[in-house]
């Protein structure tokens, strides 16, 4: 398939960097001021070495990637709340055009489902968004192979950054400060690590999930969110002496979405370490169904959408 | 009745000698060996195992997995072979007629000495139908500061909804964090 790629960050990069590998030609690469386009294929090794030595990626108008001859467009700008723009302008503009689109900017498909999905139906074009959820794990597609009618609820670890500083704070004694200062250093967590430790990453997630399991009606808002910047050491070691310990554990139900700290048995299958994520898809006729693996990073969340691309090919 | 076997849900029926059959459920960590170390204190005091229903699908609120085994002995004897089976570390969750319903723990963070533990600990009591068993409290920082407790509480079966909206009411008011366990699912 010809990919369009918008954003250039860690996912966009990766994705152009992997495309080849995985049978897709990448025809256009932009980030939010520059594009490269080429009907006949761009340049990806030059464009990734002009973006990181920090010059235009190349000198194209990222607007004219549309009037070029892509057959996905590859949605990894940086995920925005609200209104989810650009991302979801950028969408519209590719389905409108019967085109298909892969997400990994889960603004769009957390906070506007209901009017993506109208998009869709009256599109030649299909939407995935494999990457939103979970980076490399297989959750929503997994969900659609079991038929989302048949799943009853999806709970799990989706956010490294909490995970890591629970499982520290557990392992070492040490309290929330301290592991976060560790964290930033190691580059685990941002300068600014509010989205991850109150919960709102998680629980764009969920609310992703909680949309197709209920086919919409969901956006952050209507999820019940909270973090862990209040869950001293002293909390976590308590809990240890029941064999329990503390992560942030999200809920996706019919019913409704749910972020927060939760006690989980310290051998069981939620209670991963360090950054790995963790799905448990709970089935009606199946039981409980694991997946556990990356959940972030450019390469991991990169095969995330090269599957969805393989998906739309047929393959 | 006659020669008749008292059907396993008939609880407490007494036969011919006096020796009634009674349903015991308990609670076993999924482990080699928890099943036979826990019927041992049945035939240690006199009990004759009946049958024995392990709902390997299913897990109790704590991660554990209920059993559920019916066995005879006469009355006299069955309240030694609960405190036998309490002895060796198991949860009885219902024995006989008498629900001890479930054990569920939760953490409580925040200024808890400063906003009367006791009081909390009392209004989760008094409001629901929970008891609680045991109660541990870290105050790493002295009884001024940030404390975390985590409290034991045993709940009739299907009754932890209302106890944890209790609870966050409770704590809501006293702006207390609590870290609830994680029902539903094979947590």
């Known amino acids: 398939m010809r990919l369009a790629i918008l954003g250039a960050g860690d996912v966009g990069r990766s994705v152009a960097d992997l495309a080849d590998e995985y049978g897709h030609e990448v025809v256009a690469l932009a980030d939010s001021t520059n594009a490269v386009i080429d009907d006949d294929g761009i340049d990806v090794e030059g464009a990734l070495q002009r973006k990181r030595s920090d010059e235009p990626v190349g000198v194209d108008d990222p607007d004219d990637v549309f009037e070029g001859e892509y057959e996905v467009l590859v949605e990894a700008t940086p995920t925005t709340l609200g209104d989810a723009e650009p991302g979801f302008s950028h969408v519209e503009r590719a389905l409108e055009d019967d085109r298909h689109v892969v997400l990994a900017n889960k603004g769009p498909v957390a906070e506007r489902y209901e009017e993506l999905r109208a998009l869709e139906a009256d599109s030649a074009g299909s939407v995935r968004f494999e990457a939103t959820v979970g980076g490399a794990i297989p959750a929503l597609s997994t969900v659609e192979d079991c038929m989302p009618e048949n799943v009853t609820a999806v709970r799990g670890v989706l956010n490294g950054t909490a995970n890591f500083i629970l499982t520290r704070m557990a392992a070492e004694g040490l309290d929330y400060e301290h592991v976060l200062a560790e964290a930033q250093d190691l580059g685990v967590a941002e300068a600014d690590p509010t989205f991850d430790v109150d919960g709102t990453d998680a629980a764009l997630k969920f609310v992703i999930l909680a949309n197709v399991l209920s086919e919409g009606g969901f956006a952050l808002e209507d999820a019940d969110v909270e973090g862990i910047q209040n869950i001293p050491g002293s909390a976590l070691n308590l809990a240890a002496e029941d064999g329990r310990t503390i992560r942030l554990i999200g809920e996706a139900t019919r019913e409704g979405v749910r972020v927060g700290p939760r006690l989980v048995p310290e051998n069981g299958p939620l209670a991963v370490t360090g950054t790995r994520n963790i799905v448990q898809i709970e089935t009606r006729n199946a039981g409980s169904l694991h997946a556990s693996g990356r959940g972030a990073g450019g390469p991991e969340t990169a095969t995330a959408v090269l599957s969805d691309v393989n998906r739309l090919a047929g393959r | ?187």
Do not use: W
Request: with cysteine; proline share 6%; aromatic share 2%.
């Open chain 2, 1 to 187: 009745m006659g020669d008749t076997p008292t059907p396993p849900g008939d609880l407490g029926t007494e036969t011919d000698g006096g020796v009634r059959t009674y349903t015991v459920r308990l609670e076993l960590v999924d482990e080699p060996g928890e099943l036979l170390d826990a019927l041992a204190p049945i035939a240690e005091n006199g009990g004759n195992l009946m049958s024995i229903h392990h709902e390997r699908g299913n897990i109790t609120p704590r991660g554990h997995i209920p059993v559920e085994v019916d066995l005879g002995c006469p009355p006299d004897r069955f309240d030694d072979i609960v405190a036998g089976l309490r002895e060796t570390g198991v949860n009885v969750i219902q024995a006989g007629a008498e629900r001890y319903g479930e054990e569920i723990s939760v953490v409580l963070v925040g200024h808890l000495i400063e906003t009367d533990l006791s009081d909390t600990l009392l209004a989760i009591e008094n409001e629901t139908s929970a008891a609680v068993l045991d109660l541990s409290l870290s105050a790493p920082q002295g009884t001024g500061d940030i404390s975390s407790a985590r409290i034991r509480l045993a709940i009739d079966s299907g009754r932890s909804e209302a106890v944890f909206e209790t609870i966050r009411s409770v704590s809501d008011e006293k702006d207390l964090t609590v870290v609830e366990p994680l029902l539903g699912g094979d947590a």
